[in-house]
């Protein structure tokens, strides 16, 4: 089955803003150029009808819930591209449920020896007997090939079941898999379990964790977070990949699954209103921000970093009474990113200077530390002047 994009509606979404997507159908996998793969690579694997397909829909093409209804089963590998100017890039091979990794026609190290996370779909509401035999078998011999693979299972389709059940369903499911594992002699392999459903926040929350282990850039950007944080008066702070509402770095403190999904709705939001009333082609730019006050004196500030990332925090009112800090100190924190963007493509060109490179993160936080700290020595008056120059 090939999918276009003309075929299935993309809600409110503005249409400019999906991924350059395109699907193998056919894909001869011993085929492929091994040179032409040079972005991680995350395998979405699973039985058949466990919702593999219908997730990759909704996170990475904006197609709502409801109409996954209407996919068919996937008959033949699809490769997702998803690629632009953010930290998001990788690519996505959706395998059908019927090919059979044991055979001994399959080529299990040009798969598996460049994939950077395997995600493997357990539908909750479904025997998952066979699911596990599957899963064994897949993962064992994938770390053969690369025991550096990120194991992310899935636990799908939970909208509709009971939290005990939902624990209750996660329990077995690592118990049995841990076994499973220890009797093959893997015990070292680490596994990942995530409670999912397309029809809520949690799918997105869930690619979050499986994306960001694939960033090595990573630990810098929490750190630019954690600098950015208190200089502010901030809570809370997620730096968002608009396209998919994935979250690519947060700060240290624990991520509320009800915060999470405000930031999702004011995205959402920003971009559907913008696509209305803005002359531009693109919905999000520079000129892109947002503020709502909730009715129990939380802020949520949106500010736009990139064509395709944006900011947004979540503070107590009191604490926005200084905007021009805020703002100064932002424009400090979106300096740092656009330096860590440029050591990321010159880590890319020359990989022997990754040490240096890592230096290079350790001045930038050090810069940005001093930056931000000269905030607090000024006056708010002083403060929106530097700011409107800046801006």
Known sequence: MSYEDDDYPVDTFPKEYEYTAYDQDGLDVNALPSNSETKPRILLMGLRRSGKSSIQKVVFHKMSPNETLFLESTSKIVKDDINNSSFVQFQIWDFPGQIDFIEPTFDSDMIFGGCGALVFVIDAKDDYNEA???????????????????????????DGISDDSKMESQRDIHQRT??????????????????????DHSIFEAFSKVVQKLISQLPTLENLLNIFIPNSGIEKAFLFDVV?????ATDSSPVDMQAYELCCDMIDMVIDLSSIYSSEETAFDS???????????????????????????ILREENFNRQGVIDYNFICFRDAISQVFELRMKSQKLAPLQEHNEQDDHDLEDNLVMAMGRTHLEDDNSMMSRTQKLT
């Open 132 to 158: 596990l035999t599957k899963f064994k078998n897949t993962v064992i011999k994938a770390y053969k090939v690369n025991p550096n693979i990120k194991f992310e299972v899935f636990i799908h389709k939970v």
């Open 178 to 199: 841990s076994d499973d594992l220890s009797e093959a002699g893997l015990n070292k392999i680490h596994l990942s379990f995530h409670l999912t459903s397309i029809y």
């Open 244 to 248: 998919s509402k994935i979250y690519i």
């Open 287 to 313: 000129g892109s921000s947002s503020l709502i006050k909730l009715n129990n004196n939380t802020i949520l500030y949106l500010r736009e970093v990139n064509k395709f990332l944006a900011l947004v925090c």
